[in-house]
């Protein structure tokens, strides 16, 4: 079993950086295909990106493309998210997860393993 460990929230002005990073262990990090999602307050849960187990297949939701990059280092154990150019509207509890499947999927369903999240706030 997987146990995942986000970090690297905060509070930041629109137009700033933040770098979440999430820290896997009890299993084979390399074979897990890995997520991020976010949930605002009212909201249900968002895909945002996620990466495959070799790290080369990314997948993006369109409202954070060209602005947040997915990365993922085996030797690690942890994937993280560059988050650039930050908007108000990405304000959310930001999750990382984890699924055994070598897949890029934006479906919340397919992870089985799940962080417990980290808070980005962007105030304007």
């Known amino acids: 079993q997987v146990q995942l460990v986000e970090s690297g929230g905060g509070l930041v002005q629109a137009g700033g950086s933040l770098r979440l990073s999430c820290a896997a262990s009890?299993?084979?990090?390399?074979?897990?295909?890995l997520g991020w999602f976010r949930q605002a307050p009212g909201m249900q849960i968002e895909f945002v990106a996620t990466i495959g187990r070799s790290g080369f297949s990314t997948r993006y939701v369109d409202s954070v493309k060209g602005r947040f990059t997915i990365s993922r280092d085996n030797a690690k154990n942890t994937v993280y998210l560059q988050m650039n150019s930050l908007k108000p509207e990405d304000t959310a509890v930001y999750s990382c997860?984890?699924?055994?499947?070598?897949?890029?999927?934006?479906?919340?369903?397919?992870?089985?393993?799940w962080g417990q999240g980290t808070q980005v706030t962007v105030s304007s």
């Open positions: 997860a984890a699924s055994p499947l070598d897949a890029t999927m934006i479906r919340p369903a397919g992870y089985a393993y």
């Open positions: 009890g299993g084979s990090f390399s074979m897990y295909s």
